[in-house]
């Protein structure tokens, strides 16, 4: 088995290092190995830029849910602050007694 691979890297450096066609078949390698890179960078790019949106939006839910409970409790402060006075004195008056 080891021949066997030996014999395809020999076929493979005889295929590029040919004098007569060797030098454009290594440029459209080197051509086709930088779209790669380019688009395998621009893929990366992409999911990164869409799992910060993700956590972003997951974010922005929270701070939504948080501020929605904020408020339904916000009315039952404000009710037992106004039931420690009695009806027509100040709360402070109320406070004291």
């Given at each position: 088995m080891n021949w066997?691979?030996?014999a395809l890297l020999g076929a493979g450096l005889m295929?590029?290092?040919d004098p007569g066609h060797g030098r454009r078949?290594?440029?459209v390698l080197r051509d086709k190995a930088i779209k790669f890179s380019r688009m395998a960078r621009e893929e990366a790019d992409g999911q990164l830029r869409d799992k910060r949106n993700r956590v972003q939006g997951m974010i922005y839910e929270i701070r939504g849910i948080h501020d929605d409970l904020m408020e339904e409790h916000e009315?039952?402060?404000a009710r037992k602050a106004n039931n420690r006075a009695p009806m027509g004195e100040p709360e402070s008056i109320g406070a004291r007694g």
């Open positions: 066997l691979w030996t295929f590029l290092l078949r290594r440029a009315p039952r402060r």
